[in-house]
């Protein structure tokens, strides 16, 4: 029994191993130079680290992705960073029920208000009901108008853009459910998570096939699989859904039609500290930026030449001009936003540049979603499919992915054994 499993992400990886640990043939495609996916990482020459194209951390109930690091002998870093954000040009505490009471920019009316409604989200333990309901139009109801205006509405639209009165309440809930105060992450970055997952792979026998993108994946009349050049009994796509349709080459049935954004991160190393959060989310209008993440306000800046490293993070739509900009015209656009954050900040403090771009980063779940889900075993024998998109109600991240990715392994040995 051979199986190929299209794309090295999380799910790709998780799925490979749980195969190859229970001795079926797996062979592993990637199409980038290095695995990992939308969590992989760069190291730079004078880091110890490697650091994530964007930003990533872990809630501390993660299960499935706390299971995988224990497999393959990852150590979990456990922290306790400041989330704040950014509101009437002042960075405030927000990440905790007392900061909320102390917040002087609701009414101490509002500031009630808002904690009620998210204390009662946090208490109900399975929110896909709430999926029938946009977020635009049940959260004002459920945490009064006032806090929905001066937070939660912002930080919508900068994370959906134009997509933003089409999430359903499902996704708002499981932000709120599923956050810890505390945040994991891996020591060497998530990017050693994920070498530690391809190096037992290959111990167990799998092969992973770098920089090999897979144009087409058809079924022949023997039952078996033609990925590209080479017959597969089964075949496990976990390349983004749009992608997936493109090499498919089966008639299958329609594929929800969702839209995604784009991520978009600015990694600058700097000299001095930006903000004190870890995470700062920006509640100004028209900021060109939603989030500063400063990763050395949680992880020791000793791992990155002893600079600090932030992020300038997005979700934009594809026809953003961001997303043509070049790194020089996307900090000159930014400057005056780093002076608001830190009056003290100069550009002199940039020591680095760089900017990371992926496509398909964000899903845009709508209203009923679950009655659309795609599932992951095909109609075809042999063809499963599990990718982000798929991942729902909550929201998509490792954890989820690499649960599919185990999910997606059940399945197949199930299916092996009849
Ligand atoms: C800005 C941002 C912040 C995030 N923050 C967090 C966080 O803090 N915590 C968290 O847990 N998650 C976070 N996530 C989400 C997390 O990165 C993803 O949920 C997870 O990595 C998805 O894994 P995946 O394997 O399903 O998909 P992907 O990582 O997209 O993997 C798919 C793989 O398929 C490959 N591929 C595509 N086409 C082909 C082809 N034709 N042939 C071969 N290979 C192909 C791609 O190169 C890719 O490696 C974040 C994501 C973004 C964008």
């Known amino acids: ?23 079926v043939d797996v062979v592993l495609y990637e199409e980038a130079s290095t695995l990992g996916g939308l969590a992989g990482g760069v190291r730079k020459n004078n880091w110890k680290w490697s650091l994530e194209y ?58 009630l208000r808002m904690g009620v409604g998210l204390a009662i989200l946090k208490l109900i333990p399975n929110g896909l009901f709430l999926e029938k309901y946009r977020v635009v139009d049940l959260l004002p109801r459920l945490i009064g108008k006032e806090g929905y205006r001066v937070i939660w509405e912002k930080l919508l639209k900068a994370k959906f853009g134009p997509f933003a009165s089409t999430v359903n309440m499902s996704w708002f809930w499981t932000r709120v459910a599923k956050r810890t105060k505390n945040l994991g992450y891996f020591e060497g970055g998530f990017q050693k998570l994920v070498e530690k997952t391809g190096e037992k792979i290959i111990k167990l026998g799998g092969e992973i096939i770098l920089e090999r993108k897979i144009k087409r994946v058809e079924k022949k009349e023997s039952g078996k699989w033609l990925v590209d050049d080479t017959d597969f009994d089964g075949v ?4 983004p859904a749009p992608v997936m349709e493109k090499i498919l080459d ?17 990694m600058l190393e700097i000299n001095q500290r930006l ?6 989310n920006v509640l100004e209008k028209n900021w060109p ?6 990763h050395t ?20 739509p594809e026809d953003s001009k ?57 109609k075809y024998k042999g063809l499963y499919l599990a990718n982000m998109s798929m991942v729902y109600p909550f929201d998509r991240g490792t954890n989820y992915a690499v649960k599919m990715g185990n999910d997606v392994a059940k399945q197949i040995l199930s299916d092996l054994k009849q």
């Open 1 to 23: 029994m051979k199986i190929a499993v299209i794309g090295g992400g999380f799910t790709g990886l998780a799925c490979a191993l749980a195969l190859v640990e229970k001795g």
């Open 54 to 111: 964007f930003y990533h951390h872990i809630f501390t109930n993660d299960r499935e992705i706390l299971g995988l690091a224990k497999d393959v002998e990852a150590e979990t870093l456990i922290k306790n960073p400041v989330t704040t954000s950014f509101l009437n040009k002042k960075e405030v505490q927000l990440d905790s029920p007392l900061s909320v009471l102390k917040f002087s920019g609701l009414s101490v009316f509002g500031r």
């Open 236 to 239: 496990v796509m976990t390349v």
């Open 250 to 266: 089966v008639e299958m049935d329609p594929f929800p039609k969702i839209s995604y954004l784009w991520g978009q991160t600015v």
């Open 275 to 280: 903000i004190n959060g870890y995470w700062m």
């Open 289 to 294: 930026f939603l989030v500063v993440v400063e």
């Open 297 to 316: 306000n949680m992880i020791d800046k000793k791992y990155y030449g002893n600079n600090r490293v932030l992020y300038l993070g997005n979700y934009l």
């Open 322 to 378: 961001q997303l043509k900009m070049s790194k020089e015209d996307l900090i000159t656009m930014y400057l005056p936003y780093l002076r608001k954050v830190n009056r003290l900040f100069r550009k002199k403090w940039i020591k680095s540049v760089a900017v990371f771009r992926k496509p398909f980063a964000q899903p845009v779940f709508p209203v009923n979603y679950s009655k659309e889900l795609p599932k992951i075993k095909t």
